[in-house]
């Protein structure tokens, strides 16, 4: 009985505590990220679980996707950015509704990536969709990754000179 009304006075605490400290831990977005307007299409809305699941967009190329090294990443095939893919967005920003929303529905959202840094100097991503609205039916979706230009050779043979023909 002492237990049971224990964990019903600690437990609102507890959840509020976590609920602050999620709006807090949000801070982390307020400098130093890149914003990328980005369309995609809903692939699983959020549920309490168990297990808990995260919003998971199918979401289009990002070709200025900016790495962990501060630069556009290039994959290994050449595309540049971030491919195409299903991608789990565990926060939404302050504000952002999914009401109304459903799998399938096109959309056009916010994302922001923030690299944080360990103290090993490892970096880390961590991203936060900040606005999302929904897109027409009829939006056209392109999961297309795009491949950037060639990434030229090491040790690039030089164009010969053209041969002068003496003329003026």
């Not at 030229?152 to 023909?165: I, Y």
Request: charged share 25%; aromatic share 6%.
């Amino acid at each position: 009985m002492r237990t049971a009304l224990l964990v019903a006075l600690i437990l609102p605490f507890l959840q509020g505590c976590g609920e602050k400290g999620r709006q807090n831990d949000q801070a982390v977005f307020d400098e130093g990220f890149q914003t990328y307007q980005v369309r995609g299409i809903i692939a699983q809305l959020p549920s309490d679980g168990p297990p808990p699941e995260d919003l998971k967009i199918h979401h289009e190329h990002i070709p200025d996707f900016i790495g962990k090294t501060g630069e556009v990443v290039r994959n290994s095939d050449g595309t540049p950015g971030m491919k195409s893919m299903v991608m789990p967005f565990p926060e939404l920003g302050e504000g952002v509704s999914l009401e109304g929303l459903a799998p399938g529905d096109k959309v056009v959202f916010t994302l922001k990536v923030k690299w944080l840094e360990s103290p090993s100097g490892e970096r880390t991503p961590r991203w936060l969709v900040s606005a999302l609205e929904p897109l027409p039916a009829d939006a056209e979706i392109s999961f297309e990754n795009k491949l950037g230009p060639a990434t030229p050779p090491e040790n690039p043979t030089p164009e010969p000179a053209p041969a002068d023909d003496g003329g003026p």
